[in-house]
């Protein structure tokens, strides 16, 4: 309940830059559902014991017909036996799973695969799982003991692989997991052999995730740490206890899922934990002063530091990424030298194909609007004059005059259409007609300028393979005449039809979205676009006919002309301005979205916000089709905590009168701290702008009333918002805080269900 004191309750498939995809659906569904394997056949070799036993009974009892391999030998690969086989198939079957057994060492693959086609038809996973140990120092190991570790590690991995391969290439499905070492990423003494063929089965594995992508085979390597009978006297006996094969087991069928799309990964798990591997490069020193100069053993030493210093340091995922990166650190040391430039295009001549657009940097360019411009785009995004303080965005008179915050687009996407940033990619043809706006971000970082020349930097900071298509994601950098940054955006563009070229799935480089909550929206307005709403917004730069001409949209599949799609991102961001930020543009600081599906001029928007904290969430959807064109979008605002009151107005506030009082009654209520224990801030309007802020601290000592923000650095629990004279009427009873609520006069963040233990301190009637 809120406020009980008062009385109330709560309860372009075709051209350019600017549509609708959503490269990646929402899997908040699937995520809950649990991980079944039914129809899927596994082979796991080495799966008598130990690791391999746990990888069998897990995807036997998730529904999986399993290919139990093992040899049945010691851990030195001695010896051979039926049995550790028939037991875990037995163990499978009297669970009620499907399990046949095989014998055969790994060495003997094309065996262990025809025993899956014989007994079941098909192979969908495989778990290279089959291991042995003969461990000796360095100067000790024999020949023997050197090519035997092979033999069952690298060389049977690759035996098993490459029977099972191209079964999975014909049936366009396929997951692989190769089994490596923490001995092979960091070495081990006494494990030479051991290491080495981990390390190799590294190598084996992102090689067959590379070969394997574009027909759906995924493959990872893992590091398992666990208490089997090979890591017995190796681990310590409260480890060996405590890391049992169970735990391992997940990660192993969570990579073998047809809902994983990773590939090309090195995971390691221990006792129930799970992490990644990455490589890490740094930036180092270019030591040629020149294209055709030497480099001297002395020049390398003293660059060593530089050279081995981590900081700023990248993290390139493929052969492709590490040419491309390097590519652009020649580039940019030559920068630095201030001598003769070596060429993008001719460092990376290697890369073909999407990943040459890694890194691919356009020159700053100019941008120049004024006052006319502001109020184009203003208009463009359905300002109107109807609306409350529209002046300050349509009348360059106005005291108030600004730009709206999403204004910094134009000069974005002014600099990266007008310096080609597609003709500047060496080894990738980008087909235009093909080309689709996936995501948009834009944060500012100070107000943006009236009028003014700006420079913005352009650079492809990642390209992602999505299957059906590539996507391309840049940022750009926009400054002031001072240099000083004004907005950074990030654009996320489908090529359709250009996936499938071997590159990463995920990027660690987008701006992420997040779904709204799983709640009624805080607020909803609705907005109609006007019938020439894009014909006014092509003005802002963007003239792609398919907004416009009826022929060309009809080309591209469309009944008439569509909507761009930075306007109706402009218009939400609007009506968020409006309702969380007073119409104030100083306080939007950043908006994340991603675009789903495509709006007709004259049909109206629906925008549901969800405020938590300093961050609102949005959904945008289209009123006629009930189809959502916005998804996964936010803005950050300003935090109202930190914004300062007036301090020189001498306008006399009514609320003051509230706040006295309540500091009486706190007085003369004892223990009503110790009962509450949540501090509550409220900021206080007058017309519109912050006039004072009050803090009631119930959470220290016997509590406390006084003009401020919270003391010593607290954080409020539950911060409220108002005009001056609604709070007067709220506490006089003459206004309904259900209807304030709902009506956007009292404005609420933080844990609400909190204000129903203000009811003493707050009810109706206080002195005014």
């Given at each position: ?17 600017h ?11 699937r ?25 069998a ?29 028939d ?134 390597a ?24 169970e735990?391992?087991?997940?990660l192993?069928l ?12 090195l ?22 002063k ?16 530089q ?47 999407p ?18 411009d502001?109020?184009?785009y ?53 087909d ?12 500012i ?28 994601i ?20 489908f ?139 936010y ?24 706040f ?5 009654r ?12 949540a501090i ?7 017309n ?9 601290d ?13 003391k ?46 203000l ?10």
């Amino acid at each position: 309940m809120l406020f009980p004191w008062a009385g109330g309750g709560v309860g372009d498939a075709v051209v350019a830059v600017h549509h609708h995809l959503c490269a990646d659906d929402s899997e908040a569904g699937r995520m809950t559902a649990p991980l079944r394997f039914d129809g899927r056949v596994a082979i796991v070799t080495g799966a008598g014991g130990g690791l391999g036993r746990a990888y069998a009974l897990m995807f036997g009892s998730r529904g999986a017909k399993v290919v139990v391999n093992d040899l049945g030998g010691d851990t030195k690969g001695q010896g051979k036996s039926s049995s550790a086989a028939d037991k875990v198939v037995e163990e499978i079957r009297s669970a009620g799973g499907t399990a046949v057994a095989n014998y055969d060492s790994v060495e003997d693959g094309a065996n262990i695969v025809k025993t899956a086609l014989d007994n079941f038809g098909r192979v969908d996973i495989l778990v290279n799982n089959a291991g042995i140990l003969r461990d000796r120092s360095f100067a000790r190991i024999s020949d023997t003991d050197w090519d035997l570790v092979h033999r069952v590690h690298l060389r049977g991995a690759f035996m098993v692989t490459r029977a099972a391969f191209p079964i999975m290439k014909q049936q366009k499905y396929g997951r692989i997991i190769m089994t490596a070492s923490t001995s092979g990423v960091y070495g081990n003494f006494g494990q030479a052999n051991y290491s080495a063929a981990k390390l190799g089965l590294l190598g084996l594995s992102n090689t067959v995730a590379i070969e394997g992508y574009k027909y759906n085979i995924r493959c990872n390597a893992i590091t398992p740490v666990s208490g089997t009978r090979m890591t017995e006297g190796i681990l310590p006996p409260e480890m060996y206890e405590e890391f049992k094969p169970e735990l391992v087991a997940p990660l192993v069928l969570w990579l073998c899922h047809e809902d994983c799309e990773d590939s090309g990964g090195l995971f390691k798990a221990a006792g129930g934990w799970f992490g990644k591997f990455r490589w890490e490069l740094t930036e180092g020193v270019l030591c040629q002063k020149s294209p055709k100069a030497s480099v001297s053993p002395e020049e390398v030493r003293d660059n060593w530091e530089q050279i081995i210093d981590f900081k700023g340091a990248h993290h390139p995922a493929s052969t492709l990424e590490d040419s491309a990166l390097l590519a652009r650190i020649f580039q940019r040391n030559s920068e630095k030298q201030n001598v003769k430039s070596y060429s993008t295009a001719a460092a990376s001549h290697s890369v073909t194909g999407p990943l040459s657009a890694l890194g691919v940097k356009l020159k700053p360019s100019s941008f120049t609007y004024g006052a006319k411009d502001v109020i184009l785009y203003a208009l463009g995004v359905g300002v109107s004059t109807k609306d409350e303080n529209s002046l300050q965005y349509l009348y360059e008179n106005s005291e108030d005059f600004m730009p709206l915050p999403t204004f910094g687009i134009v000069p974005s996407q002014a600099s990266a259409m007008g310096g080609d940033l597609f003709s500047n990619i060496p080894g990738w043809s980008v087909d235009l007609t093909k080309l689709l706006h996936g995501e948009m971000y834009i944060e500012i970082f100070k107000p943006l300028p009236t009028s003014a020349t700006v420079n913005t930097e352009v650079e492809v900071v990642d390209v992602l393979d999505k299957g059906s298509g590539a996507v391309l994601i840049y940022d750009t950098l926009t400054k002031d005449e001072k240099g000083e940054p004004i907005c950074r955006a990030q654009w996320s563009l489908f090529i359709v039809g250009d996936g499938n070229f071997g590159g990463p799935r995920k990027s660690s480089k987008a701006v992420p979205l997040y779904d709204a909550p799983q709640r009624k929206p805080d607020a909803t307005e609705e907005v109609k676009t006007g019938i020439d709403q894009a014909a006014l917004y092509r003005l802002n730069g963007d003239r792609n006919p398919l907004h416009i001409d009826p022929s060309f949209a009809a080309m591209g599949g469309f009944s008439q002309p569509i909507l761009h799609g930075l306007c109706f991102y402009g218009i939400t961001a609007r009506i968020i301005m409006k309702n969380f930020c007073g119409n104030d543009a100083r306080l939007f600081k950043a908006m994340k979205t991603r675009f789903v599906k495509p709006v007709i001029p004259g049909q109206t928007l629906v925008v549901d916000m969800w405020k938590e904290g300093s961050r609102v969430f949005f959904t945008t959807t289209v009123k006629e089709t009930n189809q959502v064109c916005l998804s996964g979008g936010y803005v950050d605002i300003v935090d109202e905590d930190r914004q300062s009151p007036s301090t020189s107005s001498p306008v006399q506030l009514l609320s003051t009168a509230v706040f006295r009082e309540m500091s009486e009654r706190l007085a003369s209520t004892p223990g009503t701290a110790e009962k509450v224990n949540a501090i509550f801030l409220w900021n206080i309007n007058k017309n519109k702008t912050k006039a004072a802020q009050w803090t009631l601290d119930l959470k220290n000592g016997q509590g406390s009333v006084y003009e401020g923000t919270p003391k010593n650095g607290e954080r409020p629990n539950v911060t409220l918002t108002l005009e001056d004279d609604d709070m007067a009427a709220l506490m006089t009873g003459k206004l309904n805080a259900q209807k304030a609520f709902l009506s956007g006069k009292l404005k609420v963040s933080g844990n609400v269900m909190l204000t129903q233990k203000l009811q003493t301190l707050l009810k109706p009637q206080a002195k005014m």
